[in-house]
């Protein structure tokens, strides 16, 4: 009985030892970082598969916007990819006068990004005209 709550025990401690909570300011990238008891050579394969069957991907957190000195707008998009695989796509910005209506550039094209495996990321833009005050943004697939 005794053998077996010793042993309990340092299993708990070695699994609290395990899991300490990393920095989120460093993104190690799947094949660097090492392998631990829930993510580990035998149960990658099903995690990733498991991951894109529920349809994990890239979230965005929220759209910052503010005029700059010089009164352009200017956006910063923030979000997160939840799949354990990185994510490329394509987006396109496309900047809105005050009535509503698409100020007319050629700046306001699609862009490819990519997102790393469950890490944050980030997107910037900014009006190619004073007289843009509102945005939206589209995001794709890459095309084949």
């Known amino acids: ?36 008891v829930v993510v580990n050579i035998v149960t990658k394969p099903v995690i990733h598969a498991f991951s894109w069957v529920i349809g994990e991907g890239v979230e965005i957190d929220k759209a910052v916007t503010y005029v700059n000195k010089d009164g352009f707008l200017q956006l910063e998009i923030q979000g997160h990819n939840r799949a354990f695989n990185p994510i490329v796509f394509e987006y396109k910005v496309e900047w809105l006068d005050k009535a509503g209506m698409v100020v007319d550039t050629t700046t306001s094209k699609w862009l490819q990004t990519s997102a790393a495996a469950k890490a944050p990321f980030a997107i910037k833009a900014v009006a190619p005209r004073t007289t843009a005050v509102a945005f939206r943004m589209n995001t794709r697939k890459i095309p084949n």
């Open 1 to 36: 009985m005794r053998l077996m709550l010793n042993t309990l025990l340092l299993v708990v401690a070695v699994g609290l030892w395990g899991c300490q909570e990393e920095d989120k300011r460093v993104t190690m990238a799947e094949d660097v970082k090492s392998d631990n």
